[in-house]
C-alpha cells in the first residue's frame, strides 16, 4: 500500500483557513475519487469537500470544531501498489514526500499542478497542527503552544487556567475540553461528565453573559466590514417613492400562466430597474484603485445581494446582471437565496460583485445606511413596502410607498451623481412603463 496525504485546499480566494464542521467518512473506509468526504466552512460558506483520491481513509487528522489551516494535513488514504494516484504524475511514500509535491487538484478548487507552488503563509499561533501518528509526543515543544483545539483555549482562557500546565488525555496528548474542567473542579477527566456550556445554562440567567466565538462568516464579515468603514468615505442619499404602480405590476406577474414557474418578487423588480438605472450611471458601478490612483469602472454588473443567514451576512453574486432579462433575475434570486440559506453557495460565487443590494424592508425597517461591500462605490438598501397617505393626482390618497437609501465612496461618486441615479431609479419603480423607453443596449435611460 501506497500513503497519500491531503492537505486542506484554498476553496475561496485568498482564505486563509476554515472550519472542519463534520466528516461524512471514518477511519477504514474506502472512498472513490469526488466523493465528499467533510463539510467544512470557510469565512464565506460551508462547502462540501470532495475527494482527491480512491483509496482508503487511513487516518483523519482533524475534529469537528477544529479550524484548520489552508494546506495543512487533514486525511491521509491509503492507496493500492501499482495505482496511479489522481493528478500527482509519481507515486511517493510517506518517507518520500517533500513540500514541493505538487498537491491533488479537486473538482473546482485550486490549482492544477502546474501552478502547485504556493508562497509559505506564516502559521497562526492559535491554528492547530497535525502530526504522522508516529511522531512521538516530546515533539510537541516544537509547537508555538500545546496541543488543543480552539474552543478548547477558549474555554480554559475564560476559566483563567494555564493551558501549558496541563497534560493533556486525548489522542497523542492533545488537551481536551475535560482536562480544562478537571482542572478547575479538580476531579479527573473522567470525572467530568457535564460540558462547562451545560452548567452556565443550568445556572440562574441573571448575571451571566454570553460568550459567542468569532469565527467563520461572522469573522469575515466583521473584518470586511471594518475594512470598508475606516476606508472609504461613506455618505447617503435617501428618497421615498410611491411604488404603486411596481407593486400592481407584481401583482400582474403573479397571474401569467407563462411565469406560472417563476416567482417574481419586488426584489426582482427593483433588481431589474437598478441595472437600467446604473446604464446613465455606469460611476455608481465602479472601485476606487488606490494603488493605481484610478477609479476603474465595470464593463458589466456583477449584482451582490446582501442575505442574513444563520451564520451571518454573505453577500452572493449574480453575474452580469444586466444581461439578464425581468424572469431570468428572478431565478437567479431565487437560487441565490436557497443555497445562501442553506450554506451550500458555491465560494467562487461570494467573491467579485461589483454593487450591491440589501433588503432589510423584509424585516419591516423603514430605512437605513448600509455599509459599502468592499471595494464598491454604492449600495442600495430597500426599505419595507408600507400603506400611506400620499399626494396623487392633486389629492390625497393611500399608496405603496418605500424608502431607497443610497450609501456611496464620495470619491468615486458624487453627491449630485449618487443623487440623480436615485432619482432615476425611483423614477422607474414608480412608473415601471418608463422602462420602455430605454433599449436593450448600454444607452442613456431617457426619462423626460
Given at each position: 500500500?501506497?500513503?497519500?496525504?491531503?492537505?486542506?485546499?484554498?476553496?475561496?480566494?485568498?482564505?486563509?483557513?476554515?472550519?472542519?464542521?463534520?466528516?461524512?467518512?471514518?477511519?477504514?473506509?474506502?472512498?472513490?475519487?469526488?466523493?465528499?468526504?467533510?463539510?467544512?466552512?470557510?469565512a464565506?460558506?460551508?462547502?462540501e469537500?470532495?475527494?482527491p483520491?480512491?483509496?482508503?481513509?487511513?487516518a483523519?487528522?482533524?475534529?469537528?470544531g477544529?479550524t484548520?489551516?489552508?494546506?495543512?494535513?487533514?486525511?491521509?488514504?491509503?492507496?493500492?501498489?501499482?495505482?496511479?494516484?489522481?493528478?500527482?504524475?509519481?507515486?511517493?511514500?510517506?518517507?518520500?514526500?517533500?513540500?514541493?509535491?505538487?498537491?491533488?487538484?479537486?473538482?473546482?478548487?485550486?490549482?492544477?499542478?502546474e501552478?502547485?507552488?504556493?508562497?509559505?503563509?506564516?502559521?497562526?499561533?492559535?491554528?492547530?497542527t497535525?502530526?504522522?501518528?508516529?511522531?512521538?509526543?516530546?515533539?510537541?515543544?516544537?509547537?508555538?503552544?500545546?496541543?488543543?483545539?480552539?474552543?478548547?483555549?477558549y474555554?480554559?482562557?475564560?476559566?483563567?487556567?494555564?493551558?501549558?500546565?496541563?497534560?493533556?488525555?486525548?489522542?497523542?496528548?492533545?488537551?481536551?475540553?475535560?482536562?480544562?474542567?478537571?482542572?478547575?473542579?479538580?476531579?479527573?477527566?473522567?470525572?467530568?461528565?457535564?460540558?462547562?456550556?451545560?452548567?452556565?445554562a443550568?445556572?440562574?440567567?441573571?448575571?451571566?453573559?454570553?460568550?459567542?466565538?468569532?469565527?467563520?462568516?461572522?469573522?469575515?464579515?466583521?473584518?470586511?466590514?471594518?475594512?470598508?468603514?475606516?476606508?472609504?468615505?461613506?455618505?447617503?442619499?435617501?428618497?421615498?417613492?410611491?411604488v404603486?404602480?411596481?407593486?400592481?405590476?407584481l401583482?400582474?406577474?403573479?397571474?401569467?400562466?407563462?411565469?406560472?414557474?417563476?416567482?417574481?418578487?419586488l426584489?426582482?423588480?427593483?433588481?431589474?430597474?437598478?441595472?437600467?438605472?446604473?446604464?446613465?450611471?455606469?460611476?455608481?458601478?465602479?472601485?476606487?484603485d488606490?494603488?493605481?490612483?484610478?477609479?476603474?469602472?465595470?464593463?458589466?454588473?456583477?449584482?451582490?445581494?446582501?442575505?442574513?443567514?444563520?451564520?451571518?451576512?454573505?453577500?452572493?453574486?449574480?453575474?452580469?446582471?444586466?444581461?439578464?432579462?425581468?424572469?431570468?433575475?428572478?431565478?437567479?434570486?431565487?437560487?441565490?437565496?436557497?443555497?445562501?440559506?442553506?450554506?451550500?453557495?458555491?465560494?467562487?460565487?461570494?467573491?467579485?460583485?461589483?454593487?450591491?443590494?440589501?433588503?432589510?424592508?423584509?424585516?419591516?425597517?423603514?430605512?437605513?445606511?448600509?455599509?459599502?461591500?468592499?471595494?464598491?462605490?454604492?449600495?442600495?438598501?430597500?426599505?419595507?413596502?408600507?400603506?400611506?397617505?400620499?399626494?396623487?393626482?392633486?389629492?390625497?390618497?393611500?399608496?405603496?410607498?418605500?424608502?431607497?437609501?443610497?450609501?456611496?465612496?464620495?470619491?468615486?461618486?458624487?453627491?449630485?451623481?449618487?443623487?440623480?441615479?436615485?432619482?432615476?431609479?425611483?423614477?422607474?419603480?414608480?412608473d415601471?412603463?418608463?422602462?420602455?423607453?430605454?433599449?436593450?443596449?448600454?444607452?442613456?435611460?431617457?426619462?423626460d
Amino acid at each position: 500500500m501506497t500513503l497519500r496525504e491531503f492537505k486542506l485546499p484554498d476553496l475561496a480566494e485568498g482564505l486563509t483557513e476554515s472550519e472542519i464542521v463534520t466528516w461524512r467518512v471514518a477511519v477504514g473506509d474506502h472512498v472513490t475519487l469526488n466523493q465528499i468526504i467533510a463539510d467544512v466552512e470557510t469565512a464565506k460558506a460551508v462547502v462540501e469537500l470532495p475527494s482527491p483520491f480512491d483509496g482508503i481513509v487511513q487516518a483523519l487528522h482533524a475534529e469537528p470544531g477544529d479550524t484548520v489551516e489552508v494546506g495543512t494535513r487533514i486525511v491521509t488514504f491509503e492507496l493500492e501498489d501499482g495505482a496511479v494516484p489522481v493528478v500527482e504524475p509519481v507515486e511517493t511514500t510517506p518517507a518520500e514526500t517533500t513540500p514541493d509535491d505538487p498537491e491533488p487538484n479537486l473538482v473546482g478548487y485550486g490549482a492544477g499542478p502546474e501552478r502547485s507552488g504556493r508562497p509559505a503563509r506564516r502559521k497562526r499561533a492559535d491554528a492547530p497542527t497535525a502530526r504522522p501518528a508516529a511522531e512521538p509526543v516530546a515533539h510537541a515543544k516544537h509547537a508555538e503552544r500545546p496541543r488543543s483545539t480552539p474552543p478548547v483555549r477558549y474555554l480554559a482562557d475564560q476559566l483563567g487556567i494555564d493551558i501549558s500546565s496541563l497534560t493533556g488525555t486525548g489522542p497523542e496528548g492533545l488537551i481536551t475540553r475535560e482536562d480544562v474542567e478537571s482542572a478547575t473542579s479538580g476531579a479527573t477527566a473522567s470525572d467530568t461528565t457535564v460540558s462547562t456550556r451545560e452548567s452556565v445554562a443550568a445556572q440562574p440567567a441573571s448575571g451571566l453573559e454570553r460568550r459567542i466565538p468569532i469565527k467563520g462568516v461572522r469573522k469575515f464579515t466583521a473584518a470586511a466590514m471594518v475594512r470598508s468603514a475606516f476606508t472609504a468615505p461613506h455618505a447617503c442619499v435617501f428618497l421615498t417613492v410611491d411604488v404603486t404602480p411596481t407593486m400592481e405590476l407584481l401583482s400582474r406577474l403573479s397571474e401569467r400562466r407563462d411565469l406560472a414557474d417563476t416567482r417574481i418578487t419586488l426584489l426582482a423588480l427593483v433588481a431589474r430597474a437598478f441595472v437600467i438605472a446604473l446604464r446613465a450611471h455606469p460611476e455608481l458601478n465602479s472601485r476606487w484603485d488606490d494603488d493605481a490612483q484610478e477609479i476603474v469602472t465595470y464593463g458589466a454588473v456583477h449584482l451582490g445581494i446582501a442575505a442574513a443567514t444563520d451564520r451571518g451576512l454573505v453577500v452572493p453574486t449574480i453575474r452580469d446582471a444586466q444581461a439578464q432579462t425581468l424572469p431570468q433575475l428572478a431565478r437567479s434570486l431565487g437560487e441565490l437565496t436557497r443555497d445562501a440559506r442553506a450554506g451550500t453557495t458555491p465560494p467562487e460565487r461570494l467573491t467579485g460583485s461589483t454593487i450591491t443590494i440589501s433588503n432589510p424592508g423584509v424585516f419591516g425597517v423603514d430605512a437605513g445606511t448600509p455599509i459599502l461591500n468592499p471595494g464598491e462605490a454604492a449600495i442600495l438598501a430597500l426599505g419595507a413596502v408600507q400603506n400611506r397617505p400620499w399626494e396623487y393626482q392633486g389629492e390625497i390618497a393611500l399608496r405603496r410607498v418605500m424608502t431607497l437609501s443610497l450609501s456611496f465612496d464620495h470619491r468615486v461618486v458624487d453627491g449630485a451623481g449618487a443623487s440623480m441615479f436615485l432619482a432615476d431609479l425611483g423614477g422607474l419603480l414608480s412608473d415601471p412603463a418608463l422602462a420602455m423607453l430605454h433599449d436593450a443596449g448600454t444607452g442613456p435611460l431617457a426619462l423626460d
